[in-house]
T-cell receptor, first 118, second 113 residues
Framework: DTGVSQDPRHKITKRGQNVTFRCDPI?????LYWYRQTLGQGPEFLTY????????KSRLLSDRFSAERPKGSFSTLEIQRTEQGDSAMYLC????????????????FGPGTRLTVL | GENVEQHPSTLSVQEGDSAVIKCTYS??????FPWYKQELGKRPQLIID?????GEKKDQRIAVTLNKTAKHFSLHITETQPEDSAVYFC????????????FGTGTQLKVEL
């Protein structure tokens, strides 16, 4: 599968623990997005990167959340001191790199990491 | 910021019938409107999109229409098949910046035999 990949697919943790998720975008894509999806809702934007630069963060992204994309390839999303309200599916998407502005429009999603905080 | 509303939340049709899902958006500056299909436990998959300079786009059994004045856009699926059963999400964004997508709340489509 040459699409977006995410690891792990499932994570169960106890409240107060730290967790880290990884996203590997499509190789030629230079934009990478993180979204959060709760049951019965559409994905909600969290943050995005253009290459290694984090260009925008949603107000949903509290101080306990941090994301990195150190070499402009894979990205990590860390949640510190997890709370039960953090339980959700965390989706990564990538776009761009096609040489035209329109190539940034189509976002391709990974399978997500389902986080359960007990 | 952008706000997208989607209706209905559930839709049940007989195989072979048509299905229509409607979305409205709040930000008149939004100019790109994709539709995603998400099967249970799987990733959202882009099925069709439309840009604001186009009123309608069709791809086989799927079509999307856009009314910029009313800030409405709709997904039309004709000759529905059981494999069309899934949750469908509409989204909107203004391209040229971050292209962050604002999604609707989803429509659970069930195609019955």
């Amino acid at each position: 599968d040459t699409g977006v990949s995410q690891d792990p697919r499932h994570k169960i943790t106890k409240r107060g623990q730290n967790v880290t998720f990884r996203c590997d975008p499509i190789s030629e894509h230079n934009r990478l997005y993180w979204y959060r999806q709760t049951l019965g809702q559409g994905p909600e934007f969290l943050t995005y990167f253009q290459n290694e630069a984090q260009l925008e963060k949603s107000r949903l992204l509290s101080d306990r959340f941090s994301a990195e994309r150190p070499k402009g390839s894979f990205s990590t999303l860390e949640i510190q001191r997890t709370e039960q309200g953090d339980s959700a599916m965390y989706l990564c998407a990538s776009s761009g790199g096609g040489g035209s502005a329109s190539s940034y429009n189509e976002q391709f999603f990974g399978p997500g990491t389902r986080l359960t905080v007990l | 910021g952008e706000n997208v509303e989607q209706h209905p939340s559930t839709l049940s049709v007989q195989e072979g019938d048509s299905a229509v899902i409607k979305c409205t958006y709040s930000d008149s500056a939004s100019n790109y409107f994709p539709w995603y299909k998400q099967e249970l436990g799987k990733r959202p998959q882009l099925i069709i999109d439309i840009r604001s300079n186009v009123g309608e786009k069709k791809d086989q059994r799927i079509a999307v229409t856009l009314n910029k004045t009313a800030k409405h856009f709709s997904l039309h699926i004709t000759e529905t098949q059981p494999e069309d059963s899934a949750v469908y999400f509409c989204a909107a964004t203004l391209t040229g910046g971050g292209n962050k997508l604002t999604f609707g709340t989803g429509t659970q489509l069930k195609v019955e035999l």
